[in-house]
Every structure is written in C-alpha cells, then in structure tokens.
C-alpha cells in the first residue's frame, strides 16, 4: 500500500495494464507469442515453439494459478487412479505420524510443554491424499464451472480463457463468504502436479493422485519399498511443521511461538 500511495495514477494504471498485456497477451495474438518465444529462446534456450494445443492447456491449468484442477483432476483420477492405492497410502500415513508421535515424546531436549505443543500439533494435522472427494461428484463440477457458459471447438480461446478465469474468481468469492468454508476440506489449486508440501497455515499434508504413481507408487512391491518411497515423502513433509516457517504455526495454522 505504501508503494500505491506514493506512486502516480500514471505509473500505476501503466503498470497494471502492461500485467494484462503480459498474461493475456500470448493468448490473445499469436505475434505477442512468437515474441515471447524470441525472448525465452534467448533466455532459456528454447528450441522450438510448443504446439498450440498444449499452450492452449498450459494456460488454463497454469502450475502457478490453475483454473481447470478440478476438472483435469476429474480426468486424470477416472482413468488412473483407485481406492486401493488411497488406502494404503493412508495407512502409511498413520503409521509414520504415529512413529513421529512416538520420536517427539521420547526426545530429551525439549521441554515438557513444548513436547505437549507438538503432540498436539501432530495430532491435529490434516491428510490429504490422492484427491478431494468432491470431484467425483458431478453436482459439484457444475456447480464450480457453471458461469463459464457454452464453450465450443471454433470460438474464441481468449473468451474461452476469460469466461472460466471469471468463474474461478467468483466461484472462490462465493466460497469465502461461506459458513461451509472448511480447512480440512480445501485442497491446494496446484494438486493436479506431481507434488507434495506442507502448509503451516492449514497445518496440512497435500499428496496429489499423480504422485501416488510408479515410481514412487506400485502395486505388488513390498510395503518396506512403498514405506520408503511414500512414507519418505510424507515423513519429509511432516517435518516441515517442527521446523524453519512451518515452527512459527501452531495446530490450527495461526502465527505462534509455541
């Protein structure tokens, strides 16, 4: 706010218009992305333009700022994806935040209260695994993308683009007026990447389906190969809460020396 306050009108509206050029731009004129490409050849090292279909999806599920998650998730989860890999990866999951429960009680240099703080830290923290339950619920789906209106193979990509951007926009404004608004419930929009983290704010663990996969994920291997794949992932992922930023949180996500 500092920096608006003491910027002109001139400077700022100039700068919020080159940020539409720079996100819209590549989607609007097929000029601005042959630029784009010239400058990350330069840059990066780019070899060769991608083919337009994948700029086409890369844009609507950007990893930064995805708006099809839900969707691709939807995809992604009917075709590859079973129960049998979320419960185990659950039972994985128990067992190695019970073998932590276990470390931080018996540890000796932690202080009596402070081995209370994070058992109980522990105790509260949220799993999520494979994928939210809600995608498989055609009802919700609709609910989510039905601002985006009619999309059709010969319209327009950028209308494309702008009517689901829209309808995230107003959908998650929606959502944050709600009295259903549920930590426990909410997933990270980035889940359909091969990705797991942390977040000291939720206090929750994020295992996304696609990295419940070979070769981290396999059916038939023993569960000493499986623990030491994902039960290394998870446990790496617990420990971000008892150290660095995660430490300065406490069960419930707010700021805390604990």
């Not at 999309?151 to 683009?161: A, E, I, K, M, N």
Request: hydrophobic share 35%.
């Amino acid at each position: 706010m500092a920096l608006l306050n003491t910027s002109s009108p001139a400077t700022v509206n100039n700068y919020f218009g080159w940020m539409l050029i720079y996100k819209l731009g590549p989607i609007a004129s097929h000029n601005i992305t042959k630029l784009n490409f010239e400058f990350n050849r330069v840059w990066r090292g780019l070899q060769g333009e991608e083919p337009r279909w994948r700029h086409c999806v890369n844009a609507l599920n950007d990893p930064y700022d995805p708006i099809l998650s839900y969707g691709l998730g939807r995809l992604y989860v009917d075709k590859y994806f079973n129960e049998t890999q979320k419960e185990n990866v659950e039972t994985i999951a128990k067992n190695v935040s019970e073998a932590l429960k276990t470390v931080l009680q018996n540890n000796t240099w932690m202080d009596n209260a402070t081995k209370a703080n994070a058992t109980k830290k522990l105790e509260h923290m949220v799993f999520k695994l494979g994928y939210p339950e809600e995608i498989k619920n055609d009802t919700f789906l609709n609910e989510m993308y039905k601002d985006v209106g009619n999309v059709t193979l010969d319209g327009s990509f950028l209308r494309t683009y702008l009517s689901f951007r829209k309808s995230k926009a107003k959908y998650n404004l929606n959502k944050m007026n709600s009295s259903l608004f549920n930590r426990t419930k909410e997933w990270p929009h980035d889940w359909t990447k091969v990705n797991a983290h942390y977040s000291p704010l939720e206090n929750s663990v994020v295992l996304a389906a696609v990295i419940m996969q070979h070769p981290f994920y396999s059916f038939g291997l023993p569960s000493s190969v499986k623990m030491g794949t994902q039960g290394w992932i998870i446990g790496h992922e617990l420990n971000h809460a008892f150290y660095g930023p995660g430490s300065n949180y406490d069960e419930y996500g707010n700021k805390s020396d604990w």
